[in-house]
């Protein structure tokens, strides 16, 4: 179990001390932080997954306002919940927080738990995420490890310019190693290297003059030296995942199925008159969107295979009127 790891390696105090000072000074004011409800963490848990804060922020505040509980969510139809997700990417995520607020009400009396276990039990919830809501929202001492957080352990105590590329065994052990024995201590421990890998000791430009335990890391120690490979970034221009986006941007304007004749018409013979089955006051949004994806200049094939993975994820459902987003 997660809370269960050894006692953080000896002499590693004064850095504890040194990152949890630093946080308490330099911690960024976000909205799900400070005493918020599990419900708001556990969401911001969920968008935060590969999606930078910036992005994120003005998303979650309007959810909260729209779904402040489990229930509230749960209650309302996938298709709404996909549209507010807007543009924060892999919109699967929220169906996957649709599912988990659903279970929630059938099995938690429509509350988030609040421990590692029960949380993994919930549709979409991994590890890191039911570790991170254990520890955020419910104070308790979890090993929480995100690509932050193992940032700046790879340098702080091995010497290495960045973590693997994949998380692993090692990792998990040396987190644990240094994880405070106090539950509470613990939770700014998390928060406080994790703020601390977003802010300062960053992947491409660390600030290591900002740095609050600069003096003990090993990485530095050793001259800073090169990473053992070049990070791969994930392609975007061209891809499935580009046209994918596009197809939700047009389902997510549209009130009504969008014939899948639109989707394939060039840009030059989208006259309003020939958009059938749009409500006349979403015929503006949904036209733009329609001329974003032309403008991908996808071949048909591309675009046939976007839309079947859509409602193959359940992220689209096809009609007799044309194409929408989910009951």
């Not at 197809?247 to 059938?276: G, I, K, N, S, W």
Request: aromatic share 6%; proline share 9%.
């Amino acid at each position: 179990m997660n809370g269960s790891q050894p006692a953080p390696a000896q002499g590693f105090s004064s850095v504890h001390s040194a990152i949890e000072t630093w946080f308490a000074a330099n911690a960024r004011d976000l909205p799900w932080r400070g005493g918020r409800s599990p419900w708001g963490v556990l969401v911001s848990e969920i968008m935060l997954q590969q999606t930078p804060v910036v992005r994120v922020q003005p998303v979650w505040e309007e959810w909260m306002r729209r779904w402040p509980t489990p229930g509230a969510l749960a209650a309302e139809p996938s298709g709404e919940v996909v549209r507010a997700w807007g543009r924060l990417g892999y919109p699967r995520r929220a169906l996957r927080l649709h599912a988990a607020a659903g279970a929630m009400v059938e099995s938690f009396g429509g509350e988030v738990p609040g421990t590692y276990e029960a949380l993994l039990t919930l549709p979409g919830v991994g590890s890191y995420t039911a570790a991170a809501v254990a520890a955020f929202a419910f104070g308790r001492r979890e090993n929480v490890v995100d690509t932050n957080i193992r940032r700046v352990h790879a340098r702080l105590v091995s010497g290495k310019a960045l973590p693997s590329p994949s998380l692993t065994a090692a990792e998990m052990a040396l987190s644990a190693s240094l994880l405070p024995a106090d539950p509470g201590e613990s939770v700014l421990w998390n928060a406080g290297v994790m703020e601390l890998g977003a802010l300062v000791c960053t992947a491409r430009t660390p600030k290591c003059g900002l740095c609050p335990v600069q003096d003990e890391c090993a990485w530095i120690a050793a001259g800073q030296p090169e990473p053992d490979y070049i990070p791969k970034g994930q392609p975007w221009a061209g891809t499935d995942r580009q046209v994918r986006g596009a197809v939700m941007a047009v389902l997510r304007a549209a009130e009504q199925p969008v014939h899948l004749d639109l989707f394939l018409a060039p840009a030059a013979d989208l006259a309003v008159e020939a958009e059938p089955g749009l409500d006349p006051a979403h015929r503006g949004p949904v036209r733009v969107q329609l001329e974003r994806l032309h403008a991908l200049n996808t071949d048909p094939g591309q675009l046939d295979r976007a839309i079947a993975g859509l409602l193959t994820d359940g992220l689209a459902q096809h009609s007799e009127t044309g194409l929408h987003l989910p009951n």
